[in-house]
């Protein structure tokens, strides 16, 4: 199922002029605060009525004022994930987790709520009251009443962004396995590239009311000239790589990448997994022979496919592994140096590797399925 | 101690039933407006606002007063009513309920709007999302969040019933049996020689009446606010 959204609006400072397609399964939003992403979200959910455009989900317009169509929120179909909850503090979670299952015609519901339950792991908070939740439950039971609606879209505004981080990672699994085990495709917003590289295949990149740059997450990762200026340490490339063996006598996990392997401390996964690794561009030295007596492990071969404008002292160049594209932040002085050009073949020195998830495509038949 | 008279007893049930009916009678109409009042954009809104709250500034008699002219047999409201529906406010216990209902109006739309104008609107956009329409929406989520507001308004209209004097006696009249409430067979017996018993008898049953409401309606807040515990 394909999103288009191409609509113009203006609030307060802000001109939204925006226009992007995805029909990727989770399409993260993606930029600094104030760059029109959740207004486009709330566009999309039908919160912010937009001046001029359109919003098309697969072959249904739900806005389209050139024809004066305009489809109210709640016949939209859409589940929407805030990011303050917002359970209703008089219900139950119970209640709350039913809600929406109320108003979906019977013809229309797929989502199981035992299921969903268990997905989420909420079944022994169903009796309590909102109040009674921690931050993490909250949202968890805010993921599972959007989704017991049978929404055709799921929309979510910066879910995990009012939770410390020990929340985030409480609630970041269940936020995978609802991509991995449901076929219910996800808009995503947020502005914390470790979230968005771990969980988005495409992302639509927002920058001052304009999209910037749409694309696969691996593409969009490496365009370090687009991220807000707090998160650029941490761009870079986003791989998935196999598992090829486990190295028991150092404790370490060799995975395969087109240009050779990589070795990282060992992972719990079985041989033939797919893993997801990011590797931030400043973590990236670049040798122009192969380095001897280096204590860094990985040295991958490459060739500079592009180098990026200067900013200030520093350049980023994007590397060619062999069709894995790195990307590496580096001072122009050496970039002087080493008299590197685009086409010249160097190594590409590996220092950390991050790892996002251990990414599962474990081909488990999906949950819930839309249509 | 409560040995009361037959008519003392009949003030004490008519101010029961006054208080009751006016409440009751009044509350659609007071969410309505409270509605109108915290959510709505119409010309002529303060002038709403400003009609709503007449009964509060105004000398109870003069409302009376007003009430006799526009609902009083002769008057506008009042005959046509009556041709109509049959319904006749002059010197019945209907027109008692109708003057507290008027004079209690201020205080429950008060109480209503302010509940109302807390509510996180951001719930209700949230409900929107799950596919409740703007109806469902306020029967499901704004109507029981406002619930706290709405049963204090509720006491208030109550209890401003029970204490009303002025524009009843106007409207009309002190008729024991019909139109005669608690305050107004205290009044009399005030003006009687040797009334004093039956005045202090009723006085004290008044207080009870009142008490008793304001432990009721703080059993319903606890309840409802234990239910909610909004964040």
Redesign the interface.
């Given at each position: 199922m394909t999103l288009l959204v191409d609509v113009r609006h203006r609030l307060g400072a802000l001109e939204l002029e925006a226009r992007f397609e995805s029909a990727g399964h989770l399409t993260a939003l993606f930029g600094p605060s104030g760059s029109g992403k959740t207004s486009l979200i709330n566009i999309i959910a039908g919160l912010i009525r937009p001046e001029a455009g359109r919003v098309v989900i697969g072959d249904r317009a739900l806005v389209d004022t050139a024809a004066g169509k305009f489809v109210p929120a709640h016949k939209r179909r859409l589940g929407f994930v805030f990011q303050d909850a917002r359970l209703f503090p008089h219900l139950t979670v119970k209640s709350n987790l039913l809600y929406g299952r109320w108003f979906t015609p019977r013809s229309e519901r797929y989502a199981d709520f035992d299921r969903v339950i268990d997905m989420l792991g909420i079944g022994h908070l169903l009796a309590r009251r909102p109040a009674l939740l921690s931050g993490g439950e909250k949202q968890r039971v805010a993921i599972g009443r959007a989704l017991l609606a049978s929404p055709k879209l799921l929309l979510m505004d910066e879910p995990l962004a009012s939770l410390d981080d020990a929340r985030k990672a409480e609630i970041m699994p269940y936020l995978e396995r609802l991509r991995d085990e449901t076929r219910v495709p996800i808009v995503y917003v947020s502005h914390s590239i470790a979230e968005v590289s771990r969980l988005a295949t495409d992302i639509v990149m927002m920058s001052n009311g304009k999209v910037a740059a749409a694309g696969p997450t691996a593409e969009i990762m490496q365009r370090l000239d687009l991220l807000p200026p707090e998160e650029v340490g941490e761009g870079g490339a986003v791989l998935d790589l196999k598992v090829l063996r486990h190295d028991e006598e150092f404790g370490m996990t060799v995975l395969g990448a087109a240009a050779g392997e990589m070795r990282v401390p060992r992972l719990s996964l079985d041989v033939g997994a797919t893993v997801r690794i990011r590797i931030r561009a400043r973590d990236v030295m670049i040798a122009t022979e192969r380095p001897q007596g280096l204590s860094a492990l990985n040295v991958l071969p490459g060739r500079i496919a592009d180098i990026g404008a200067v900013n200030g002292t520093q350049v980023d160049l994007r590397l060619d592994c062999r069709g894995d594209m790195l990307v590496s932040r580096i001072t122009r002085q050496s970039l002087k140096t080493l008299d590197l050009a685009v086409g010249r073949d160097v190594f590409a020195v590996i220092k950390t590797v991050a790892f996002d998830r251990a990414n599962l495509s474990r081909g488990t038949a999906p949950v819930l399925t839309s249509d | 101690m409560l040995d009361l008279t037959p008519d003392e007893w009949n003030a004490v049930h008519l101010s029961i039933k006054v208080g009751l009916w006016a409440m009751a009678a009044s509350l659609p109409f007071g969410i309505l407006v409270a509605l109108l009042l915290a959510r709505g954009k119409f010309w002529g809104k303060s002038l709403l606002n400003g009609v709503v709250h007449l009964p509060l500034v105004l000398p109870p008699v003069v409302t009376g007063y007003l009430l006799l002219l526009s609902f009083g047999k002769r008057g506008p409201i009042g005959s046509f009513l009556a041709e109509n529906f049959g319904i006749v406010f002059s010197f019945r216990w209907t027109g008692a309920a109708l003057a507290c209902a008027v004079m209690g109006f201020p205080l429950m739309v008060r109480a209503i709007r302010l509940s109302i104008e807390a509510v996180?609107r951001?719930?209700e956009?949230?409900?929107?999302?799950?596919?409740?329409?703007?109806i469902?929406?306020f029967a499901?989520?704004t109507l029981?969040?406002v619930l706290p507001g709405i049963v204090a308004g509720m006491i208030l209209s109550f209890a401003k019933a029970m204490g009303e004097f002025g524009a009843t006696i106007t409207f009309v009249s002190n008729i024991p049996g019909e139109t005669q409430t608690l305050p107004s067979a205290i009044y009399t017996f005030t003006q009687v020689p040797g009334g004093d018993a039956g005045a202090m008898r009723l006085t004290l049953i008044s207080i009870a009446i009142s008490m008793i409401a304001l432990v009721v309606s703080e059993m319903f807040a606890r309840k409802i606010g234990q239910?909610?515990?909004?964040?």
């Open positions: - | 996180d951001r719930l956009a949230a409900a929107g999302t799950l596919g409740a329409g703007p469902w929406v499901t989520v029981p969040l239910r909610m515990d909004v964040e």
